[in-house]
């Protein structure tokens, strides 16, 4: 969300069409975070803490098999390619909204922090959860307190 400062000279729904407008992504050409069907992206969390970077993707309908989680350098990208399952006909259904679409997220996390090699995942009751440890020598250390002599 944004804020946008609003002139109040001119009367209240020309600014709001202008500020709708160009408070919209639309030149934004560095968001790689996209759906090939134009549709919404599966909603995530993103929680850091001392020993790791948590994360929480909602994608309920699909199974562990679908996903392809990468990490090249400090890029994380999160993909799904499932296909819309075939409607046949004399199913039963009157109408069906269910969709299984692909999508691709990516994040960067902070550079020489993840320790690759310990990174792990799962996926249950529609989320998927990875886990992503940071090397020892990034992690933050308590305040000491030094004495002085």
């Not at 030149?27 to 090939?36: A, E, I, P, Y």
């Not at 399952?85 to 679409?101: A, D, L, P, V």
């Amino acid at each position: 969300m944004s804020l946008i400062k609003r002139n109040g000279a001119l009367p209240p729904a020309f600014p709001a069409l202008f500020d709708d407008f160009f408070g919209r992504d639309l030149f934004n050409w560095n968001n790689r975070n996209f759906s090939t069907t134009q549709t919404s992206l599966p909603a995530v969390n993103i929680k850091e803490t001392a020993d790791a970077f948590e994360v929480e993707m909602a994608a309920p309908g699909m199974t562990k098999q679908d996903f392809r989680v990468e990490l090249n350098g400090n890029q994380l990208t999160i993909s799904c390619n499932k296909e819309n399952r075939e409607e046949k006909q004399g199913n039963g259904y009157t109408h069906q909204e269910f969709s299984y679409q692909s999508f691709q997220r990516m994040f960067t996390l902070p550079k020489d922090v993840v320790d690759e090699d310990r990174i792990e995942g799962k996926y249950e009751n529609g989320l998927l959860h990875l886990t992503i440890p940071k090397r020892e020598e990034s992690k933050q250390k308590a305040p000491r307190r030094i004495e002085i002599g």
